[in-house]
């Protein structure tokens, strides 16, 4: 069984930075390395959008939208993924979600709300 935990959501100024982290554990030991794992997030009502993901060992992929001010990293030793988000905007705020999975995700964790004000 593999649980996600994410935290560092808040309230932020526009221009501002804040730091989400995903700690997985679990029976992940032998594919952590090599599945999917990252950030998606989504708005109530909508579907969820992909923000930046580890695809296998070192492949990142970001949305158009966050390239140049968002960067996803991981410690493999903790299983922990993180997604550095920097020069923040309102049109950011949404709830964040950490996935898992072998190509995409099939394992989510609970969410953590991110809200920037103008």
């Known amino acids: 069984q593999v649980r996600l935990v994410e935290s560092g959501g808040g309230l932020v100024q526009a221009g501002g930075s804040l730091r989400l982290s995903c700690k997985a554990s679990g029976s992940i030991l032998s594919v952590f390395n090599s599945y999917t794992i990252g950030w998606y997030r989504q708005v109530r009502g909508e579907e969820r959008e992909l923000v930046a993901i580890f695809s296998g060992r070192s492949t990142t992929v970001y949305a158009d939208s966050v390239k140049g001010r968002f960067t996803i990293s991981r410690d493999n030793t903790r299983r922990t993924v993180y997604l550095q988000m920097d020069s923040l905007k309102p049109e950011d705020t949404d709830i964040y979600y950490c996935?898992?999975?072998?190509?995409?995700?099939?394992?989510w964790g609970q969410g953590t709300q991110v809200t920037v004000s103008s």
């Open positions: 996935g898992f999975g072998p190509t995409t995700p099939n394992i």
